[in-house]
């Protein structure tokens, strides 16, 4: 059996499961899912073959070499599997491959969750293609959910294919290209089903803990200072109006009344930002965010950030030593999900008491201009 037809069959055994354990619209969804994934595993080509042939631009050339240094500095000094992943190079018909749908309830913080027959149940659903991705989010938006819908310009699909490289990102910043690669393969040395902020959270850490060393070897100078600080003072505002929206959620006022207090917060968050930011060279990213920010936004800022912290301080605990760490990390991934919530949020209390308060606006005030908490 030829490469090419292992992998066509393996894509169409994911649909078949899914529509064993789905109506109709998942069944759809996986078939979509499946044409899109064959798209972009066609469209492979090596990166070493590509390095070595003379017509390929010097621009991509000199990405294609730099992802190759990343993934050995990957393996072999974050022990990660790489594998074959990223050892090959998709060229994308449009500008990124997937579209990832995010949705909460007008009155929760808790995203929606869809399940997969592989990876398990998840706080996203993908798609390959954007129309099908914005009929589902104006169907979850007339049922009264907030939704946020964006592009994915990169995904694992956990050592399940080797994953290629795509158009989509080879042409990122050598830092952001770093980061980005760790996440992934990070995906395929620990996953734990059902658990979507586990995953990111922990993919994300992984990453953070390693861009340092990366930098240094490569004599690339770290982030200035006042763009660290930028970026805390967002993160900051984001989980302010996070705790107050929960607070809200969770008080016994009449929706009305919820519906306006929620209004208010998020646009009180929006001034906030803008007041902020002020002087800044700002960060679109971050302004489109702000921008769209909703229960929806809010849930996904959470399901990748709020965990770091635990992970950090799990990896400080295993010696700073990256298989003690991903070894205390698969155990508890292996605890029942109560018990692994406790531990990271007991992780996380003793990385709030060890770091230094960070002062600035805050989403306490009118004029944001009182101390942060």
Avoid at 337 to 356: D, I, P
């Amino acid at each position: 059996m030829s490469l090419h037809a292992l992998v066509f069959r393996r894509v169409w055994i994911a649909i078949l499961l899914g529509a064993l354990l789905s109506g109709c619209e998942t069944v759809h969804f996986y078939s979509q899912a499946a044409v899109g994934q064959l798209k972009i595993l066609a469209g492979r080509k090596p990166i070493e073959r590509l390095v070595a042939d003379e017509k390929t631009a010097p621009e991509l050339r000199g990405q294609l070499q730099r992802v190759q240094s990343i993934r050995a500095y990957a393996g072999a000094e974050l022990h990660l599997p790489v594998g074959k992943a990223y050892g090959e190079f998709t060229q994308l018909e449009g500008e990124y491959p997937l579209w990832n749908l995010i949705a909460a309830p007008e009155f929760s913080l808790s995203p929606k969750r869809w399940c997969y027959p592989i990876a398990g149940c998840a706080s996203y659903r993908g798609y390959f293609d954007k129309a099908d991705a914005q009929a589902h989010a104006g169907r979850l938006r007339a049922a009264g959910y907030d939704v946020y819908l964006g592009p994915v310009p990169a995904y694992s699909t956990l050592g399940w294919f080797d994953d290629p490289v795509l158009s989509s990102f080879v042409d990122w910043k050598p830092s952001r290209l770093a980061n980005l690669l760790f996440h992934e393969l990070a995906h395929r040395r620990v996953y734990i089903a059902g658990d979507t902020r586990f995953n990111e959270s922990f993919a994300t850490a992984v990453a953070q803990i390693a861009l340092p060393d990366w930098r240094r070897r490569q004599g690339i100078p770290a982030p200035a200072q006042a763009s660290v600080a930028q970026a805390r003072k967002i993160n900051g505002l984001m989980v302010i109006a996070r705790k107050q929206l929960e607070a809200l959620y969770a008080s016994d006022k009449p929706e009305g009344v919820k519906r306006q207090e929620k209004a208010a917060t998020l646009e009180r968050l929006r001034r906030c930002y803008r007041k902020m930011s002020e002087g800044w060279t700002r960060d679109e990213r971050y302004a489109q965010m702000i921008e769209k920010t909703n229960n929806a936004t809010l849930a996904l800022v959470s399901e990748y950030q709020s965990q770091v912290p635990a992970f950090k301080v799990l990896f400080a605990d295993s010696g700073q030593d990256w298989e003690r760490f991903y070894s205390a990390v698969e155990q508890l991934g292996a605890l029942p999900k109560a018990q692994r919530k406790a531990r990271l949020a007991a992780l996380s209390k003793r990385a709030q008491t060890s770091s230094r308060k960070v002062t600035g606006p805050s989403l306490h005030s009118e004029t944001c201009m009182s101390a942060a908490n």
